[in-house]
T-cell receptor
Framework: EPEVTQTPSHQVTQMGQEVILRCVPI?????FYWYRQILGQKVEFLVS????????KSEIFDDQFSVERPDGSNFTLKIRSTKLEDSAMYFC???????????FGPGTRLTVL | RKEVEQDPGPFNVPEGATVAFNCTYS??????FFWYRQDCRKEPKLLMS???SGNEDGRFTAQLNRASQYISLLIRDSKLSDSATYLC???????????FGAGTRLTVKP
């Protein structure tokens, strides 16, 4: 069964450093998403991406965040200058169509020291 | 009012019990509704979509009441493997902006 993959599984970084989280969505899917989940809290929508541009973003997704699809398979989330409060699990998801079921990757646990 | 609100739980039930989870949502324009389950430190996984007419998948039954902006999930004959956190998810404007409830934790005990 096709699945969303994410790398790395765990990323530790120093405050102020840039991090790039990587995702490979399901191959025939057209819509891509990033969510985050701070430990013990709910899953929060960050951004959706379609046709090589952002289609929706939440209030969390500020200028420190950016997304990119640099090639035909990878979908990345960049955090320019990490803060302690960016520590969370970051999930990538993809769907075949608008408002269709979203399938989640296993997540990247980001720890900012 | 929170956008998606769920019973906080936790629910601790014996094997074989029937358990029901409730969820309310605040935006009446919401179009799509889902139940996901999340195991500890894992990704959310789709359990079932929720349709206006209600739908059933084996031991799981989901109901939607648009007038009351209420969604429910019923699990019959619960198994140990049903232990997880159940997430109510609402797609607000039939776009990509999915909003999650905080989840209801279920523990099924032998």
């Amino acid at each position: 069964e096709p699945e969303v993959t994410q790398t790395p599984s765990h990323q530790v970084t120093q405050m102020g450093q840039e991090v790039i989280l990587r995702c490979v969505p399901i191959s025939n899917h057209l819509y891509f998403y990033w969510y985050r989940q701070i430990l013990g809290q709910k899953v929060e929508f960050l951004v959706s991406f379609y046709n090589n541009e952002i289609s929706e973003k939440s209030e969390i997704f500020d200028d420190q965040f950016s997304v990119e699809r640099p090639d035909g398979s990878n979908f990345t989330l960049k955090i320019r200058s990490t803060k302690l409060e960016d520590s969370a699990m970051y999930f990538c998801a993809s769907s075949a169509d608008l408002a269709d079921t979203q399938y989640f990757g296993p997540g990247t646990r980001l720890t900012v020291l | 009012r929170k956008e998606v609100e769920q019973d906080p739980g936790p629910f601790n039930v014996p094997e074989g019990a029937t358990v029901a989870f409730n969820c309310t949502y605040s935006n009446s324009a919401s179009q799509s509704f889902f139940w996901y389950r999340q195991d500890c430190r894992k990704e959310p996984k789709l359990l079932m979509s929720v349709y206006s007419s209600g739908n059933e998948d084996g031991r799981f039954t989901a109901q939607l009441n648009r007038a009351s902006q209420y969604i429910s999930l019923l699990i019959r004959d619960s198994k140990l493997s049903d232990s997880a956190t159940y997430l109510c998810v609402v797609n607000r404007f039939n776009n990509n902006d999915m909003r999650f409830g905080a989840g209801t934790r279920l523990t099924v005990k032998p």
